[in-house]
């Protein structure tokens, strides 16, 4: 991707020689977690002025839905599913599945038109894992992605083929020192 700019005296287009491409980040570890530095890195960006999308697929209880999303500040965006309890088990209620296939449905959309520089996907790899998102059509929506947005993943047991595509990889780990 080239940037280009237009200059106000001339209407010329600039050029610029270089490309910004986004990246595709992991935050893993062995237990369910919320990865506060995750959360912190997206309210520092946010604040800083980066259109921000924080989704969280798995968390309900607060009837959200994607077309009500939480505004934290002007330019960060929070949404999880319109569900009235938090997802744990692959069985789900027909209306619960909706909701959850609206959601990544909505996320996809909205990343492809570039409303958002940084995406963060809480607890991914959890839906992946108990069969409610298929693992295919993440990697199809990560290679297909504007290369330019970052995408941040969160959530245990991370599978090897997102591993393998991630530019940077946090493994997340409880030591406990007597």
């Not at 839905?65 to 934290?72: A, N, T, Y």
């Not at 309890?85 to 449905?105: G, K, V």
């Amino acid at each position: 991707m080239v940037v280009q700019l237009e200059t106000p005296s001339t209407n010329q287009t600039l050029r610029l020689p270089y490309t910004v491409e986004g990246l595709i980040q992991v935050f893993t570890t062995s237990h369910r977690n919320f990865f506060t530095t995750v959360m912190a890195e997206a309210l520092r960006i946010a604040g800083q002025g980066t259109p921000v999308l924080v989704v969280q697929f798995l968390k309900g209880g607060i009837h959200q839905g994607c077309s009500k999303p939480v505004k934290l500040g002007q330019k960060l965006d929070w949404i999880r599913c319109d569900l009235p309890r938090c997802i744990d088990t692959p069985h789900l209620e027909d209306s619960e599945n909706e909701s959850l296939q609206e959601l990544w449905q909505h996320t996809q959309k909205v990343v492809s038109s570039l409303k958002y520089s940084l995406v963060v996907l809480d607890e991914l790899s959890l839906a992946i894992n108990l069969g409610l998102i298929p693992e295919a059509d993440v990697l199809s929506f990560l290679a297909r992605r504007p290369p330019n947005i970052d995408i941040i993943l969160t959530g245990p047991e991370m599978p090897k083929s997102i591993l393998d595509i991630a530019d940077q990889i946090t493994e997340i780990r409880c030591s406990h020192r007597p």
